[in-house]
């Protein structure tokens, strides 16, 4: 454990804690359940022990701002083309060894939250700048659960969406209340073995399971996955084919899954890059085992980045990095050829953000 933030006096109050007979907190929102002595913080970061309570450090101050497509997210079946402003904080409740964003998840710098901003101008910026949503993203937004909720509130008063980015290492009751307030979420399902987890990433398989679980069961929330697909680690079709088989057994075939490549990165430089062919394997995998919706990313490659009707086959959205092309869905989101559904979240016409990447400054704004 770490001092606490030395020159952060913006404490934010939580309520997943308990106070121990030893004297220290203990801090209940995520399974590390990490045990606090007054001052110090927690493996995320941003929550502390400060007057013998947990509190949030980073409430209202951001790593900043930026306009992305959604299917960066990824998210390929909600609001498909539209701008989304994306933002995170500091710190992370996982330690994964591979993490592509270790500049701000794994920052200890003060300076890395420079952006500060209220949840009321967040949304009322993003509603200024055209974005139908706001991405919780970056780092995972369940260790600043309280701030993301407060803006996901902003938000619904200009009708604009909440998408949370997030490993899903998060305990039951948080869950609960967090995931009340978003409309969509990726889940980055890492792998689908204990010991990648253990090893890899500091955490364990079953809790994010049980979180992909509750949220398509329990909520209303939009869900895919992704899976960063590290060669040598998590690959091997083995285990490819268990984790697709189990998505289609509990989360049902709808549920779109995304494998990416992964690029040498934090403390696993002497790791290869994935070849585009691995991508293409896992894809194949998950449509023989059953999943409606499978692609591949961090690549360049329009079939594996498009949309098929999984009835007849044809192609419903063409995407071209995160450039969208054809679009053959009707005005209820079926296909307009055979009429079968299209599981998602769509409006009537496609977006058309493109690949565009429009970093946003707060403080031009009044």
């Known amino acids: 454990m770490i001092d606490l933030l030395k020159n952060n006096t913006d404490y934010f109050p939580t309520k997943y804690w308990h106070k121990l007979d030893d004297g220290r907190v203990q801090c209940d929102l995520c399974p590390h359940f990490c045990r606090l002595k007054e001052g110090k913080q927690g493996l995320c970061f941003i929550r502390a022990n400060h007057n013998e309570q947990i509190v949030l450090t980073s409430y209202g101050r951001s790593s900043g701002f930026c306009i992305d497509p959604i299917e960066k997210k990824p998210l390929n079946h909600f609001l498909p083309g539209t701008p989304i402003l994306s933002f995170g904080t ?89 995931f009340s307030y978003m409309d969509a979420a990726n889940v980055d399902l890492k792998a689908f073995t204990e010991d ?37 680690k998590n690959d091997s079709d083995d285990e490819i084919n268990k984790m697709t088989n189990w998505v289609v057994a509990n989360l049902g075939p709808d549920v779109p899954m995304h ?64 450039e969208l092309s054809q679009w053959h869905l009707d005005d209820k989101g079926c296909c307009d050829q055979c009429g079968s559904k299209c599981a998602g979240v769509f409006e009537n016409k496609p977006g058309h953000w493109g690949a565009k990447r429009q970093p946003v400054f707060l403080k031009s704004f009044a």
């Open 90 to 178: 500091a710190g992370c409740n996982l330690t994964c060894k591979f993490c592509q964003n270790w500049d701000m998840s794994k920052s200890r710098e003060v300076d890395i939250l420079a952006d500060q901003a209220s949840p009321e101008k967040i949304a009322r910026v993003a509603s200024e700048l055209g974005c139908k949503s706001v991405a919780y993203t970056y780092n995972d937004p369940v260790i600043f659960m309280e701030y993301a909720i407060d803006i996901a509130k902003a938000c619904r008063e200009y009708d604009i969406k909440s998408v949370a980015v997030t490993a899903g290492y998060i305990n039951q009751e948080p869950a609960k209340e967090f």
């Open 196 to 232: 990648f987890y253990r090893s890899l990433t500091g955490g364990h398989l079953q809790t994010v399971l049980d979180t992909l679980l509750y949220l398509k069961h329990k909520t209303n929330v939009w869900v895919e996955t992704t899976t960063l697909l590290i060669p040598g």
């Open 259 to 322: 494998f990416t490549a992964f690029h040498p990165s934090w403390k696993m430089m002497d790791v290869p890059p994935t070849p585009a062919s691995t991508l293409t394997r896992a894809r194949q995998i998950a449509l023989d085992n059953g999943v409606h919706y499978a692609y591949t990313g961090n690549v360049h490659d329009k079939g594996g980045e498009s949309t098929y009707c999984h009835h007849c086959g044809q192609l419903l959205i063409g995407r071209d990095w995160y």
